[in-house]
Structure formats: structure tokens, C-alpha cells
């Protein structure tokens, strides 16, 4: 089952993850960054044909990362891995070239998955019914799969060799050690630690059955010294040659799947409530309306300390979001802390929760005719919800449209594209290409039901993939003005592909996107034609546009007063 399009971060009832670890946002294309959920997940940023090492860090002449390094050591030892991606992969992004800095950045990386994936109740359950014959046909499968579908021709030894790194970080973490290897002291374990690195360093698989038989070989050792069952050591291998690709492909478990093709379909069972770790338990980040969470008086800001009694400070971030999720119609009890400190209790009914693509829609300046929404995904539902703002605005005498993408990680490729086609006549929207002829596709603008309103586009940092193609698309068409700050620059397309032979899958990236005009958004994003620098107060003569209008919102401002002044 392939399904195309593109996705990216942050997911409802889940833990917001920094952008490039999204999942995000089936073998569909999607253009998606991915929080989370998606967002999921991501590989690491290790210099291919290296294998970073575990051992500790040192400063590296000609930059002072002291601070960064202490900081990133400190959340280390505290095993806080998913701050510790966060801190490393700010880092990263300022001093892209630092090897110190993307080797623990890869560290913290595959750790967090390792103690992502043990934390997962039905990965767990899977994995130990799985036998050395079926979790050798998974890894086939997923060599075939890049071998027909990444972007870039694969290099056999390096899959083999991150796997061999994602096995040993897995070797220190303590859910695998007492789950697999619970009497096996630190000396056997790093004898056979280093006999598997050595086996894994001097053959080089040419081809990708060589690399199953060495995988093979691998799993067949560990168990012989270890103990370690063999469906463990090989999904190890699975997620380092995942992980090793590029920032974007990735192994899904069976519920990390699940979570992207509900964010795909644009609903989900549970509470409605986006949310992030503190340490000190669970903040609410967004609320959907009308969710139980909503009903509930749950408001963003708020921290959720404890679900059914059992408090969420010190669980990980997959553990206590798990605690909020259950089957349609179940009650839930939860304790929170909002901003004053007042604690109380709230309980509420886990419905299906529809997650609108589409929000505040409303008229910013009734007598310019100015209407305004924002887009927060894109998703299946996104191009009808698009139709319904329109009409709406419309019927409130819509004359000129501004259209908000700050935030949104991605989504649907083919959502991006109809959108975009809302707005443009004729002409080439977005042009994909990948190593494979399949790959290669132009995506046309139709002229059947194209809206002429004036157009602008507010566009920030985290304005990613899908939300690229279509700002890319109004700019280089001229057809309306993009306001804000350089997108991210995130210009690749993922597809999500089920396994046959395990109930998982992989994100895999199978082509970059280019806008209309050639221009590569890779690591480059989309340029605006109005750039506002953002403050911490609100712009001098920047007038507010409205009373419903947040206060200080420089670039919805900047693209009002554009308007008024026929810019």
C-alpha cells in the first residue's frame, strides 16, 4: 500500500517534538517536517559512511560549545531525551558543520527512540512473538524498500553499521537491558559489544541480501553470547538503517503508524489536546474546540500532573501522553495545574475528535473587506474546510484574503496542491523529483473554480513542506504577497509504506519538491516579499487591526496595513 503526499510535526494526544524530528508531516507523498507525531519521529544527522561513537564529548578548537555541551550532558545524565534532541537540535541548526554537536545530537536520538519504542505496550507484545525468520523477512522488506524508493542510492555498509550503533545504544538503556538481558553483567555485555562492532566494521555488504546474512550472523551471536533475542537485535539493525538515511525517513511502530494516518484522515480518538513535556508533567500546548478537552475547560497553558490518580512527573513523555488515549466512550480523570497554581479535577469522555485544518476564520477588517484564516495542517479534509471558509468570508463581503501558514508543519502533498489550485488559473504548481521515474511528477493548476480575491500569505520559521509548496506556488505565480520570515526549508517528500511483514512501517524519503519557477526549498525555504522582524512588544505605528485581532501580531499587521495602503 503506497499513499502520497506530505506531512510534518507535533500530534494531538502526544508529545511535541522539535521540527525536524517530525514524522513529522503513507506511501502517499507527504510533505510534512513532524512534533511531533508524526510527527513523529526522524533519523540522525550522522555524516554518512561514519558511525558516531558513543563515548563522551570534548570541546572542539575554534568554536566554545562549552555551555551547549554541559547543558546537553547534564539532560544526558538525567536520561531526558526528548529535552535532550530539543537542546542538541537548536544547536545543530546554528552550527550545522559541528560534528561534536550532530554526533549527540544522533545519540540523544537513538536513545529517545529506544526508550520511545519500549514504552509502547503493542510494539513490546510484537516484538516478543516475533521469531529470527520473520524479523530477518522485516529487514529484507525494509532494504527492499529503500533500495526501490529513497531518494539516493543506499550504501549497504553504512545501514549496517548505524544499525550496529542503534544496537549499542540500546545496550545501555536500562528498559532493554532488564527486559532482554537482565543478568548479563557490563563486562559480557561489552564483549560482545565489541566483537559485533568489529564483525560489522570489516565486512561490507554489497547488496542488500549480503546485508540481511550479516544481520543474520549478528542476531545469531547476540543470542549466543546474551542471551538477546534475535527479533531485538534485528529491529535495532532497522531503525539505525532508518535513522541513518536523512532527517526525515524513519521506522514507525504499529502505533506511531496509526497515529500518522489519523492525522492524515484529520481525526482520532481521545481528549483533543496537544501537549508537551515540562518535567514537571504534561502542558497543554493547543486545545481543539468542541473536544472533551475543550467541554472540559482545559485551556492551553495548563498542566496536566496527574491521569486516573497516577501522576505523570517523572514518566516519559510516550508513557504519560499513553495514559490520556483509550477506546471511544471511556472515562478519564485528570488533575491540572493552571498558570495560578490551582489545582483541580476533571473528568471527561474520550470521543472521536474531529481536528479542523481550518481555523479562525473571521474578517479582520469588515470595512477594507479583509478576511483572514489559518491553515494549520494539510490534511484530507483541508481543501473542503478551505471551501468552507471561503464561502463564509464571502457571504461577509470578502474582498481581500489573507491566508496564515505560520506554524504549520505540512501535511498531504495533494492537499497542498489543491489549495494552491484554489488560487492559481494555469501553470505548473509544484514539480516533484525523485530517483525513481515514478517519482517525477508536475502538478498543473486547473482553471475550473479559481477564486480572484487579492491574496496574502503570512508565512514564519516553522512554516514547513507543504506549507512551502503552496506559499512557493502564490509567489512565483505573482499571484498575491507572502508576509512574514523565511519559511523553514524543508523541501523533500516522504512516503509512508506498511510492511507485509510486520505489523510497522517506515517514512521514507522519495523526492525533492521544487516551486514553480525550478527553485530548490531544500534547506533555502520561501523567500517573502514583506519581511517582518518579529519583537517581544508590539511595532511602533503599527496599527491593530481589530479588537479580535491578537495583540502585537506584527506580521498579521504588516500584511493588514499592506492591504490598506494598495501595496
Keep these: 500500500m503506497a499513499l502520497h503526499g506530505t506531512l510534518g510535526s507535533s500530534c494531538l494526544e502526544s508529545i511535541r517534538m522539535p521540527s525536524r524530528w517530525a514524522f513529522p508531516r503513507l506511501a502517499v507523498s507527504i510533505a510534512?517536517?513532524?512534533a511531533a507525531a508524526a510527527g513523529l519521529f526522524a533519523p540522525s544527522t550522522v555524516t554518512r559512511?561514519?558511525?558516531?561513537?558513543?563515548?563522551?564529548?570534548?570541546?572542539d578548537a575554534g568554536f566554545d560549545p562549552v555551555a551547549i555541551l554541559e547543558r546537553g550532558r547534564e539532560l544526558e545524565r538525567d536520561r531526558r531525551w526528548a529535552e535532550a534532541l530539543n537542546h542538541y537540535e537548536q544547536a545543530v541548526r546554528n552550527n550545522p558543520a559541528h560534528r561534536e554537536l550532530t554526533d549527540r545530537l544522533s545519540l540523544a536520538k537513538a536513545h529517545f527512540d529506544v526508550e520511545r519504542r519500549y514504552t509502547d505496550a503493542h510494539f513490546v507484545q510484537t516484538l516478543e512473538s516475533s521469531r529470527l525468520r520473520e524479523s530477518l523477512d522485516a529487514y529484507g522488506e525494509v532494504l527492499s524498500k529503500i533500495q526501490s524508493h529513497f531518494v539516493q542510492p543506499p550504501q549497504w555498509h553504512d545501514l549496517v553499521r548505524h544499525g550496529t550503533f542503534h544496537w549499542e545504544v540500546a545496550l545501555t538503556e536500562p528498559l532493554f537491558l532488564r527486559r532482554h538481558v537482565p543478568r548479563m553483567t557490563a563486562d559480557q555485555i561489552n564483549a560482545c559489544r565489541r566483537e559485533i562492532r568489529q564483525l560489522t566494521d570489516t565486512r561490507a555488504p554489497r547488496n542488500r541480501t549480503e546485508a540481511r546474512d550479516?544481520?543474520?550472523?549478528v542476531a545469531r551471536m547476540a543470542e549466543e553470547r546474551l542471551g538477546l533475542p534475535p527479533s531485538a537485535t534485528i529491529c535495532e539493525f532497522v531503525c539505525g538503517a532508518m535513522n541513518c538515511l536523512d532527517d526525515y525517513s524513519g521506522?514507525?511502530?504499529?502505533?506511531?503508524?496509526?497515529?500518522?494516518?489519523?492525522?492524515?484522515?484529520?481525526?482520532?480518538v481521545g481528549l483533543g489536546v496537544e501537549l508537551k513535556a515540562d518535567g514537571q508533567g504534561l502542558m497543554i500546548v493547543n486545545v481543539i474546540r468542541n473536544?472533551?478537552?475543550?467541554?472540559?475547560?482545559?485551556?492551553?497553558?495548563?498542566?496536566i500532573v496527574a491521569v486516573d490518580g497516577q501522576s505523570t512527573a517523572g514518566k516519559t513523555t510516550d508513557v504519560a501522553a499513553d495514559m490520556l488515549k483509550g477506546v471511544d466512550g471511556s472515562v478519564v480523570v485528570v488533575d491540572v495545574m493552571d498558570g495560578d497554581s490551582m489545582l483541580r479535577s476533571v473528568r471527561m469522555v474520550r470521543e472521536r475528535v474531529d481536528v479542523p485544518s481550518v481555523d479562525e476564520v473571521r474578517m479582520v477588517d469588515?470595512?477594507?473587506?479583509?478576511?483572514y484564516f489559518k491553515l494549520t495542517s494539510f490534511?484530507?479534509?483541508?481543501?473542503?474546510d478551505v471551501d468552507t471558509a471561503l464561502w463564509s468570508l464571502h457571504e461577509r463581503g470578502l474582498r481581500h484574503l489573507i491566508i496564515d501558514v505560520r506554524g504549520n508543519p505540512g501535511g498531504l502533498l495533494t492537499a497542498a496542491v489543491e489549495v494552491a489550485d484554489k488560487f492559481i488559473e494555469d501553470g505548473l504548481i509544484v514539480m516533484t523529483r525523485g530517483r525513481s521515474p515514478n517519482e517525477d511528477n508536475d502538478y498543473q493548476a486547473q482553471r475550473k473554480g479559481t477564486w480572484r480575491v487579492p491574496l496574502s500569505v503570512l508565512i514564519d520559521g516553522d512554516s514547513a513542506s507543504a506549507s512551502e509548496i503552496f506559499a512557493g506556488a502564490i509567489r512565483d505565480h505573482r499571484r498575491g504577497r507572502i508576509v512574514?520570515?523565511?519559511?523553514?526549508?524543508?523541501?523533500?517528500?516522504?512516503?509512508?509504506?506498511?510492511?507485509?511483514?510486520?505489523?510497522?512501517?517506515?517514512?521514507?524519503?522519495?523526492?525533492?519538491?521544487?516551486?514553480?519557477?525550478?527553485?530548490?526549498?531544500?534547506k533555502r525555504g520561501v523567500h517573502p516579499d514583506i519581511v517582518v522582524r518579529t519583537v517581544a512588544k508590539p511595532i511602533d505605528n503599527v496599527e491593530p487591526v481589530s479588537a479580535t485581532n491578537q495583540s502585537g501580531d506584527a506580521i498579521l499587521n504588516a500584511a493588514v496595513n499592506a492591504i490598506r495602503e494598495g501595496r
Design 291 to 303: 473536544s472533551p478537552a475543550d467541554k472540559g475547560g482545559l485551556r492551553s497553558g495548563d498542566r
Design 379 to 384: 490534511q484530507k479534509t483541508t481543501s473542503r
Design 366 to 371: 469588515p470595512a477594507a473587506g479583509i478576511g
Design 214 to 217: 550479516l544481520v543474520g550472523w
Design 49 to 59: 559512511g561514519q558511525t558516531p561513537a558513543i563515548p563522551s564529548v570534548a570541546s
Design 32 to 34: 510534512w517536517v513532524a
Design 484 to 522: 512574514g520570515v523565511r519559511s523553514y526549508g524543508k523541501g523533500s517528500v516522504q512516503g509512508i509504506f506498511p510492511l507485509t511483514s510486520s505489523n510497522a512501517g517506515v517514512r521514507l524519503t522519495t523526492a525533492k519538491f521544487f516551486s514553480p519557477s525550478g527553485q530548490e526549498i531544500n
Design 251 to 268: 521506522y514507525l511502530t504499529h502505533t506511531q503508524l496509526e497515529e500518522v494516518f489519523s492525522q492524515i484522515e484529520g481525526n482520532f
